[in-house]
């Protein structure tokens, strides 16, 4: 039986002396198979890495449901960053979203040919940036739910049911300082961030499935960060949650602008921070 594919796109790169098929010799892409380079039919620099993948698991029906399957989205999502993390070893990339698939590698050539100019300004915008995501988490005691016993040193003249009410205002209490810390640990990344970032993209909070680790996830942004300001950039921030008990600050990257690779359509960058 013969197995159909389709064209994987995984991102746009700048390729400028030819070199950059070399890094992708032996990568997996997505269902393991190779990774090769599409270039617009003027040889240009401006290519697009792409790797075919059976069309019975992207076409519409199939793909809508696998996205419900984190089995099978992690290792799609694991393939798409190894690709894209090859590139930008090497070249400014504008990583595409995930399961962006063409019917084959000629319509990849036409979108390339029709958008080149488009990308190679956006790429030329991102040159020596990097992304670095900023997640702000509260660990407040559960607002809902049975709560803790009341602490050794409780009280002793209360009565059961006052030592209960008693505990459960401080519960409160906690959780509310808990989200106050945060609004001000959030004001204080926002400073330092102002500093270093060039952009910033506010994601929705991660929930659910998602949402791992200990605690609330309360904000959930990306920067776009001068490659020479990264680690300033990750201590300041890091540094923002100091004195805030309940709240934590989780700073993640360097990452290629997965954020910041917006289509050519969309507006251009804007300054991060007002």
Known sequence: MTTESVTYAYAVAQDPDGSLEEALTGLPGVADGPVHLVRAADRGEVVVAVGAVPEQDFEETALRAHLEDLDWLE???RAHHRVIEALAARTTVLPLRLATVYLD??????MLGTRQEA?????SDLAAHTEWGVKIYVEAPAATGRPAEP?????????????????????????EDAYRDAEEVSRRVEEAARGHAVDRVQHRVQQGELA???????????????????????????????????????????????????????????????
């Open 212 to 274: 791992r680790g200990p605690g609330e996830n309360v904000i959930n942004d990306a920067y776009l960060v001068p490659l020479e300001h990264g680690e300033s950039f990750r201590a300041e921030v890091s540094r923002a949650a100091e004195g805030s008990s309940g709240v934590r600050v989780e700073v993640t990257g360097p990452w290629a602008p997965y954020s910041f690779a917006t289509p050519p359509e969309a507006e251009p960058l804007k300054r991060a921070a007002p």
């Open 119 to 123: 990308f190679a300004e956006r790429l």
């Open 75 to 77: 290792s799609v999502a």
């Open 105 to 110: 590698d000629a319509r990849v050539r036409q």
């Open 151 to 175: 602490p050794a040193d409780a009280d002793a003249d209360l009565s059961p049911g006052r030592a209960y009410l008693s505990h459960r205002k401080a519960q409160r209490h906690a959780r």
